[in-house]
């Protein structure tokens, strides 16, 4: 039922170009490429704004801007949760809060970047994901792969999430071409 409601949601919210490579009740992977403006190094420093370009609707905090990531090995993918922000349950938090969206695993600079990570949904499973950024210097810009692979125990079915992760990190991957455009 949360599933069907969450789908709901994010296809009122617009539709993503990323694809569910396969799914299976363990896990899932996701992926889109997209061609967006500039350069790879452009590319690279602007996916470490992540507060400037992620879709605030898909964070604790309802704040893009809490958003934090370095992108080092080891460094963390963040998000700061203000004393008083309203939590998943309906009630405000009483003190500051973090959440650790990811760790970055992998830092190839200008080239790739692999975090170990549990978007979303996935934070409470008993699995875990990978989410890479892979950039190629093309004709008119650069060429971004985004994939997110998950295994483990997921209830309900990681087939049955992966549309909805597929959805919202397409639409990720849209806001980052947009705000490269701009």
Known sequence: MKYAAAALMLAIAGTAQAEVVSSAPGGFEVRSVKVVKGTPEQVWTTIAKIGDWWDPAHSYSGKAANLSLSLETGACFCEAIPAGTQAGNGG???A?????HGR??????YQTVTLDSALGPILDEGATGRLKWTLKPVAGGTEVTQSYVVGGYIRGGGDKLAPIVDMVLGQALTRLQAHLAR
Not at 96 to 100: E, N
Not at 104 to 109: R, T
């Open 92 to 94: 405000a938090t009483a």
């Open 104 to 109: 970055v695993l992998m830092a190839m600079p």
């Open 96 to 100: 500051a809060g973090m959440v650790i």
